[in-house]
């Protein structure tokens, strides 16, 4: 079966832009959740959807969200770009709310210059 | 927050000798999974521990979870370059997703 999908792979912005990134996730996998990944700080989790409400969210500012659609398809935004979101954006499904084995998307890779 | 502790950070062994990594984390864990990340790849789930001083074995890695589930280990035997990468451990923290580690890099000189 498909892994989990994310788009764009890459992506190069201007501080004070803002950017969206899409995840589709396993099928039949109802949980997607956000990480992002840099050298500095590692892994570090952004929110988890689940039937379309946010469940969980991290410690980061609301200039980060996102959203969950009917079809289990997330997105999430990211406003006013500032010079530190540079990161590896993660997608993870799972088959259910809560940690029980993430399948984690390629990511995508965001440079904002 | 919970933290999830993880050491050595860096790891370099000759091809063929053992390696292990220890992660302990600051609160009592449901359970604790492990990941390893290729050079340029993404997270990649390897297991699932839940039960206090549990034991699992795939093929050449053993995964313990301590008695007191709040700190894990895993342990390569006789590593081959395909070893090569960043093993990670994370819990679960309240309904705050993952916490992870950040990781062993696990470097294989042949």
């Known amino acids: 079966k498909a892994g989990v999908t994310q788009t764009p792979r890459y992506l190069i912005k201007t501080r004070g832009q803002q950017v969206t990134l899409s995840c589709s996730p396993i099928?039949?996998?109802?949980?997607v959740s956000w990480y992002q990944q840099t050298p500095g700080q590692g892994l570090q989790f952004l929110f988890e959807y689940f039937s379309e409400t946010q469940r969980n969210k991290g410690n980061f500012p609301g200039r980060f969200s996102g959203r969950q659609f009917s079809n289990s398809r997330s997105e999430m935004n990211v406003s006013t770009l500032e010079l530190g979101d540079s990161a590896l954006y993660l997608c993870a499904s799972s088959p259910r709310q809560g940690s029980y084995g993430y399948t984690f998307g390629s990511g995508t890779r965001l440079t904002v210059v | 927050g919970q933290q999830v502790m993880q050491i050595p950070q860096y790891q370099h062994v000759q091809e063929g000798e053992d390696f292990t990594t220890y992660c302990n984390s600051s609160t009592t864990l449901s359970n604790i999974q492990w990941y390893k990340q290729r050079p340029g790849g993404h997270p990649v789930f390897l297991i699932q521990?839940?039960?206090?001083?549990e034991v699992k074995k795939q093929k050449r890695l053993t995964f313990q979870f301590g008695e007191a589930k709040k700190n894990s280990s895993l342990h390569i035997t006789a590593t081959q370059t395909t070893d090569v990468g960043t093993y990670f451990c994370a819990g679960p923290e309240g309904a705050d997703g993952l916490t992870f580690g950040k990781g062993t890099h696990l470097i294989i000189q042949p």
């Open positions: 099928s039949g996998h109802r949980s």
């Open positions: 521990l839940v039960k206090s001083g």
